[in-house]
Nanobody, 118 residues
Framework: QVQLVESGGGLVQPGGSLRLSCAAS????????MAWYRQAPGKQRELVAR?????IYADSVKGRFTVSRDNAKNTVYLQMNSLKSEDTAVYYC??????????????WGQGTQVTVSS
């Protein structure tokens, strides 16, 4: 069994910063990619940033957000700077993982709320 556990969300003022963390645990054999998605109310879930092979950012966060990964800890981070109200959303961690129970699968965290408001 593989689990992704996120932390670091909260309420921040416009222009502020937050750092999200997501730790993968369980019977992990290999992690091929880790990413952050977000879903705002009434909108579809969208990719924010992805790491694994190449690093990809949504145009709306380029220059403000940085994704990084600690392979020794099976953890991915999202450093969010210069936050805007439009960044308000539930942020989900994603990983593509091979476990000892079978082939690679998609895994999702439970989500963490980020609210940018004065």
């Amino acid at each position: 069994q593989v689990q992704l556990v996120e932390s670091g969300g909260g309420l921040v003022q416009p222009g502020g910063s937050l750092r999200l963390s997501c730790a993968a645990s369980g019977s992990i054999v290999s992690i091929y990619a880790m990413a952050w998605y977000r879903q705002a109310p009434g909108k579809q879930r969208e990719l924010v940033a992805r790491t694994g092979g190449s690093t990809i950012y949504a145009d709306s966060v380029k220059g403000r957000f940085t994704v990084s990964r600690d392979n020794a800890k099976n953890t991915v981070y999202l450093q969010m700077n210069s936050l805007k109200s439009e960044d308000t959303a539930v942020y989900y961690c994603y990983a593509y993982i091979t476990s000892d129970s079978g082939p690679a699968k998609n895994y999702w965290g439970q989500g963490t709320q980020v609210t940018v408001s004065s």
